[in-house]
């Protein structure tokens, strides 16, 4: 059974950096795009960045050029590095696979992890 388990949430300072880790089990995700999400208290879940099984990154605009997609050399873990975080950061994060998919619409994933509590305190 596939399996995705978020972790590296946590309290951080207004322009502190933070990395959250997504692994995976239960499959082989070499072929699997991967995309992360978040929700804030009150708001719609919102795209946050992807990475396609080919290698290409896409961000929304918010945080564009302060955050970065990356995966590890065994392909068993994804990574969210997130810059410079200001306190419209704070949410939940998910991150979601699918095969041969890296894009911004959720309907198109198919595993999810439980999400990690991000929280910016200014």
């Known amino acids: 059974q596939v399996q995705l388990v978020e972790s590296g949430g946590g309290l951080v300072q207004v322009g502190d950096s933070l990395t959250l880790s997504c692994a995976t089990s239960g499959g082989s995700f070499s072929s699997y795009g991967m995309g992360w999400f978040r929700q804030a208290p009150g708001k719609e879940r919102e795209f946050v960045a992807a990475?396609?099984?080919?290698?290409?990154?896409v961000y929304a605009d918010s945080v564009k050029g302060r955050f970065t997609v990356s995966r590890g050399s065994a392909k068993n873990t994804d990574y969210l590095r997130m810059n410079s975080l200001r306190p419209e950061d704070t949410a939940v994060y998910y991150c979601a696979a699918h095969p041969h998919y890296g894009g911004s619409d959720p309907t198109q994933y198919t595993y999810w992890g439980q999400g990690t509590q991000v929280t910016v305190s200014s």
């Open positions: 990475l396609s099984w080919s290698g290409d990154t």
